[in-house]
């Protein structure tokens, strides 16, 4: 199936995608914390398709009564978050930072590089001077991070901020 873009409707993905990332290596954030944490919440609560972009990796869902059902097996979006309420990947205000879950079944299968090279296509197609996010260490997707161009720019404890230049 070809991708679809993220719109305003993906928030509930865009917040279980951004839980499924802060517990990457075991729960460490209820769902509770996560909705009344704003700093983390704005990962799925500020998406704006008007600004912002994505898309979803979806697979037809055989045990749906609609034959449409999809299934996501994966999801990467950019959000312009501000200096005033910035993400942990921030570097400036005209710099998106990236997000991506891929499902634990679905991971080395090539879904995360194709959600990728997707949103990189469009931040190009966009005229976007670079993407920025943060990873912890020891999380399996900075392998992922590193063969698409991204780069350490900055370190927050046990946290590196890439930096993928587009421009």
């Known amino acids: 199936m070809p991708l679809r873009p993220v719109d305003d409707r993906d928030r509930a993905l865009l917040r279980e995608a951004t839980l499924g990332n802060l ?53 990467a979006w950019v959000i312009f978050l501000p200096a005033d309420d910035p993400g942990y990947g921030y570097v400036a205000d005209d710099v998106p930072e990236f997000s991506i879950n891929v499902i634990a079944e679905a991971r080395g299968r090539g879904v995360g590089a194709r959600l990728v090279d997707a949103v990189v296509a469009e931040a190009e197609r966009r005229g976007i001077r670079a993407i920025s996010l943060s990873v912890e260490d020891g999380n399996h997707a900075q392998r992922l991070y590193e063969r698409a161009g991204f780069v350490a720019v900055g370190r927050n404890g046990g946290s590196d901020t890439l930096l993928l230049e587009l421009a």
């Open 23 to 75: 517990n990457w290596s075991g729960e460490r954030i209820s769902e509770a914390e996560f909705d009344a944490t704003p700093e983390l919440a704005h990962y799925a609560t500020r998406f704006d398709a008007r600004r912002d972009f994505g898309f979803v990796d979806e697979v037809a869902d055989v045990e749906a009564d609609d034959a449409d059902d999809c299934r996501p097996l994966g999801v």
